[in-house]
């Protein structure tokens, strides 16, 4: 053994207690002909405190990006005393697992994977809902941006205005014995996610979901095949897209009929955030695509917006103020719309978004991560050099550098940091 004191000759295990994984090599040799043969094990030793849970995934056939396979999973918890989940995902209840993802699976050699069981899970808090991602990292190698990023959002919520945003954490994944690495276990946004209540048995469900998919010009102009209707399902559809009648309305209605009418669509407040979020992070892509528009199916209901997908954030030198056409007519035609988002990102910098708050957020995820993603980082075939410490690093310093950008431009000014 080259860890004796992890395991010893005899076999004997004893957990290191330094809160990471550690690694171990035991060598056998044995006489073979005129000379010797050896072979040498390579085993992975979990601490006796782990900071992890652990998803072991047990599939019977090979993984595939077109199809799902059955499988069986055991989740256990990072605390030794929670039990352990015993689930299933099969073809039968339309369940399964498979690889997902286009950049991130076919340039990654950690694949993606996405979950579906046969039952709701319950998994990070997510009720009602059978299905699970389980995100590579490929572009974020802290694999903190996107928890980071929604933990926020939903911090910005309150009594009665909740902000909706996936669940993540992080699992280590095995799939038949073999380390797969660390993965962002993340909520799929859906119905459950958002809330909605399900219709009367035979009625038709009144509350809407879409994802937002397109290059063109968003709520500028009436674009084909801009959204997927991810609820409700097609065969519950009797009437024209909800989303369709509110893209015409903010493409087509003049300066005064925009301002009387765009708060009887939209929840204001609900996009006052969700505009500060996206650039406070600068995720250029979320402007016009990535990201999720729904609406209940309470009389009245207006549509809100759902982040997604900021793993490509806190990376820029060159900050700008991110926009789409809707956000543009917000400012020039709707009064006092500037005046309330500069309001409202004073009230969050003096809370969720002061800087010491943010702060304590990414020491508590490098703390969870540190010792297990120096484990993940020789699976990812285009991953740069450095350390966790030295990537976190980085990420610090973007994200100071878009605080100070946001202060600039929204008029708020911070209270000098204490002296060391």
Known sequence: SSRPELI???GRVTRPASGRPEAVELSATWPAGA??????????????????????????EALSSTRRVDFSARFVPARDGDPARELAGTQGTGGGLKHRGNTSF???????????????????????????YLRNGYVDSTKMRDKFVFDLFRS???????????FVDWTEV???????????????????????????????????????????????????????????PEAEVRTAEPLQELVAFTSRAGPEEFARGIADRVDLDNAIDFLLLLNFAQNMDGRTTNFYLGRDGAPGARFFFIPWDYDH??????????????FDRLERDLPGFHDRLCARWRELRQGPLARQALEDRIDAMEARLDGCVDWDLALLNREAPGTLPEKTGIFRQCMRRQLAFMDEKLGFSPAPPPAP
């Not at 000379?35 to 019977?60: C, D, Q, Y």
């Not at 046969?118 to 990070?124: A, M, N, R, V």
């Open 174 to 232: 095995f799939v038949n014995g073999e380390y797969f690495g660390v993965y962002e276990m993340c909520t799929r946004v859906d119905e459950h996610l958002a809330g909605f209540s399900a219709p009367p048995d035979g009625q038709p469900s009144a509350a809407s979901l879409y994802m937002i998919s397109t290059t063109g010009p968003l709520f500028a102009e009436e674009i084909a095949n801009a959204f997927v209707r991810v609820y409700p």
């Open 106 to 132: 076919w340039q990654g050699r950690k694949k993606p994977l996405s979950l579906r069981f046969d039952s709701p899970h319950g998994l990070l808090g997510a009720p009602g809902s059978r299905h699970l």
């Open 156 to 166: 910005f919520g309150g009594p009665n205005r909740p902000r909706i945003a996936p």
């Open 313 to 326: 954030t806190f990376d820029r030198d060159d900050v700008t103020w991110l926009s789409n056409h809707l």
């Open 35 to 60: 000379g010797t043969e050896t072979a040498i094990l390579h085993f992975r030793v979990m601490p006796v405190e782990r900071k992890l849970p652990a998803l072991f995934l047990s599939v019977p």
């Open 8 to 10: 010893a000759a005899d």
